[in-house]
């Protein structure tokens, strides 16, 4: 278990929906991480947040949003769904401070939440 | 942004069999991690190891920073290490988010 998680495991839902995924880091953890992965993709970045704020934007498509609560869980808001939306989306987190202005960096991902777009 | 490059893309071993799977990366890294990929689809941490060599059980794992490259050996494989094996690395261009290769895709038959 790698301490984060992620609801709902499997998620199949209509052209046009919108959908939210939600992610829980692991205890200690300020970064969260959002990744799809697809057949012909492979692992892409999508979006991070640090604390609250994003951090960086990889390749997230503007019908695709996300936020950090105060509480640092996660959720990515996907709407206006299209067939070739259907990928598993993983969730990472990272990012416990050490004490000492040291950090650790190692990144642990969820289970991954499967989506269906039919 | 960052480039990473893994070999090779497929792998077929018999059981007990050796093998080494290779990384190579485009940029200096704050961060470089390797993970099984399970059939199921989870992914699990192996190592993380921006530089050195780091063991655990029948893995190892070496990561030579100035030549840019990182080495994952299986010794003695068991059918239970069949899935998807990927390096990832990250550096302060990312944002400390992971930029993965395409993963070298293991069968380990009985």
């Known amino acids: 278990d790698s301490g984060v998680t992620q609801t709902p495991k499997h998620l199949i839902t209509a052209t046009g929906q919108r959908v939210t995924l939600r992610c829980s880091p692991r205890?200690?953890?300020?970064?969260v991480y959002w990744y799809q992965q697809s057949l012909d993709q492979g692992l892409q970045f999508l979006i991070q947040?640090?604390?609250?704020?994003?951090?960086a934007k990889g390749n997230i498509l503007e019908r695709f949003s996300a936020q950090q609560f105060p509480d640092l869980h996660s959720e990515l808001n996907l709407s206006s769904l299209e067939l070739g939306d259907s990928a598993l989306y993983f969730c990472?987190?990272?990012?416990?401070?050490?004490?000492?202005?040291?950090?650790?960096?190692?990144?642990?991902f969820g289970q991954g939440t499967r989506l269906t777009v039919v | 942004g960052i480039q990473v490059e893994q070999s090779p893309p497929d792998l077929i071993l018999q059981e007990g069999a050796n093998s080494t799977l290779r990384c190579n990366f485009s940029?200096?890294?704050?961060?470089l991690q390797w993970f099984h990929q399970n059939p199921w689809g989870q992914l699990i941490n192996l190592f993380y190891?921006?530089?050195g060599t780091k063991q655990n059980g029948r893995l190892s794992a070496t990561t030579v920073a100035t030549e840019r490259y990182s080495l994952l050996y299986i010794s003695s494989s068991q059918t239970t290490d069949s899935g998807v094996y990927f390096c990832a690395v990250d550096n302060s261009n990312s944002g400390y988010a992971l930029n993965f290769g395409k993963g070298t895709s293991l069968l380990v038959t009985p």
């Open positions: 947040y640090y604390n609250g704020e994003e951090r």
């Open positions: 190891i921006p530089s």
């Open positions: 205890s200690g953890d300020l970064s």
């Open positions: 940029d200096s890294v704050n961060n």
């Open positions: 990472a987190s990272s990012a416990t401070l050490l004490g000492q202005g040291k950090m650790n960096t190692e990144a642990f």
